[in-house]
């Protein structure tokens, strides 16, 4: 396992249409967090899982959002009805609650969003 | 609520260059601060970290330190390289959110010849 992934790396899609992301974490890694950017902006935080709980969801995340990680291991990310506004870079880290790395994220490549 | 501000860019150097970028925050209590660096076409990758006051985070010739008193994190580097051309993050976590981060808006870096 040599880091995290992300599938698709692009997805195009037309306005009222559902998609969904998938994340692998890096294997030994129980926390989970997937953010969203978009062009000239940092990452922006959107909901966060320890093992397979979700524990956090941001206000940016509209009830059109809805994220799983079950069994505590890959977590997927789906959006219904896409609005040109939810074009994006999605993004999804992961790290560990003990160690000596506890406190750093690894990031994977991202999915990139683009509604028509 | 957690802020994380970075000076704008582009900041455009010449290589062999001093390359310095501000970065200042606000925050309850005493957050981890960590800089993140996004290479043309690759995901962010962590660049160095310091997680209490007064720490030096360093790798790859780049240094920050963290000044609780100024709450500032900026990043510097004496030499740089045309390789060094990338967008940088500067972002805070704290213990008591989940360790989510809060990062700044980035700065991209162009090194020319």
């Known amino acids: 396992d040599t880091g995290v992934s992300q599938d698709p790396r692009h997805k195009i899609t037309k306005r009222g249409q559902n998609v969904t992301f998938r994340c692998d974490p890096i294997?030994?890694?129980?926390?989970l967090y997937w953010y969203r950017q978009t062009l000239g902006q940092g990452p922006e935080f959107l909901t966060y899982?320890?093992?397979?709980?979700?524990?956090?969801k941001s206000r940016l995340l509209s009830d059109r959002f809805s994220a799983e990680r079950p069994k505590g291991s890959f977590s997927t990310l789906e959006i219904q009805r896409t609005e040109q506004g939810d074009s994006a870079m999605y993004l999804c880290?992961?790290?560990?609650?003990?160690?000596?790395?506890?406190?750093?994220?690894?990031f994977g490549p991202g999915t990139r969003l683009t509604v028509l | 609520g957690n802020s994380v501000t970075q000076m704008e860019g582009p900041v455009t150097l010449s290589e062999e260059a001093f390359l310095t970028i501000n970065c200042t925050y606000t925050?309850?209590?005493?957050?981890?601060l960590f800089w993140y660096v996004q290479y043309p076409g690759e995901g962010l990758q962590l660049l160095l970290k310091?997680?209490?006051?007064?720490d030096k985070g360093s790798n790859k010739g780049f240094e920050a330190t963290y000044r609780k008193e100024t709450t500032s994190f900026h990043l510097e580097k004496g030499s740089v390289q045309v390789s060094d051309s990338a967008v940088y993050f500067c972002?805070?976590?704290?213990?008591?959110?989940?360790?989510?981060?809060?990062f700044g808006a980035g700065t991209q870096v162009v090194v020319t010849p």
């Open positions: 880290a992961s790290s560990s609650l003990g160690g000596r790395n506890y406190n750093e994220q690894f």
């Open positions: 294997s030994e890694h129980n926390r």
């Open positions: 899982f320890q093992n397979e709980a979700q524990l956090e």
């Open positions: 925050a309850t209590g005493y957050p981890s």
């Open positions: 310091a997680t209490k006051a007064d």
């Open positions: 972002a805070l976590s704290q213990v008591d959110s989940w360790g989510k981060f809060q």
